[in-house]
């Protein structure tokens, strides 16, 4: 049988190498978040290369996926910094995602303008 101070450290480096390892996950997680959402972003900025005519409808499904990609990167931006808070670390901040979002919106505006038009012609 330990000794109770043997036992206590032993814990307590069990307790430090798990909190280690979560913490690397975290950081890897939010690596991860910001590769995504640099993703996103260029997929955004494709749009601009698309032409109008018969294009309309692989632009609105091309933003289509986009919103979802941002819904979900948001969910995930909302539990890296659940994490954090929990870890005690410094909330980070996304502005890339904000940004997104609204880039985002008048891209599906011009888009469903452009297809209301043609399915009227």
Same mark, same amino acid.
């Given at each position: 049988?330990?000794?109770?101070?043997?036992?206590?450290?032993?814990?307590?480096?069990?307790?430090? @190498?798990?909190?280690?390892?979560?913490?690397?996950?975290?950081?890897?997680?939010?690596?991860?978040?910001?590769?995504?959402?640099?993703? =996103?972003?260029? @997929?955004?900025?494709?749009?601009? @290369? #698309?032409?109008?005519?018969?294009?309309? /409808?692989?632009?609105?499904?091309? /933003?289509?996926?986009?919103?979802?990609?941002?819904?979900?990167?948001? =969910?995930?931006?909302?539990?890296?910094?659940?994490?954090?808070?929990? #870890?005690?670390? @410094?909330?980070?901040?996304?502005? #890339?995602?904000?940004?997104?979002?609204?880039?985002?919106?008048?891209?599906?505006?011009?888009?469903? #303008?452009?297809?209301?038009?043609?399915?009227?012609?």
């Amino acid at each position: 049988m330990r000794k109770l101070p043997e036992h206590v450290t032993h814990k307590e480096e069990t307790l430090k @190498d798990e909190r280690d390892r979560i913490e690397t996950a975290l950081v890897q997680k939010r690596g991860d978040f910001k590769e995504r959402l640099k993703k =996103v972003k260029t @997929d955004i900025q494709d749009l601009k @290369d #698309l032409g109008i005519k018969g294009q309309a /409808i692989e632009a609105l499904e091309r /933003i289509k996926k986009i919103n979802a990609n941002l819904a979900d990167l948001n =969910v995930e931006m909302q539990q890296i910094n659940a994490d954090e808070a929990d #870890l005690e670390f @410094d909330i980070s901040e996304h502005p #890339l995602l904000k940004e997104c979002q609204e880039e985002v919106g008048p891209f599906e505006e011009f888009w469903n #303008l452009i297809k209301t038009h043609t399915d009227e012609s």
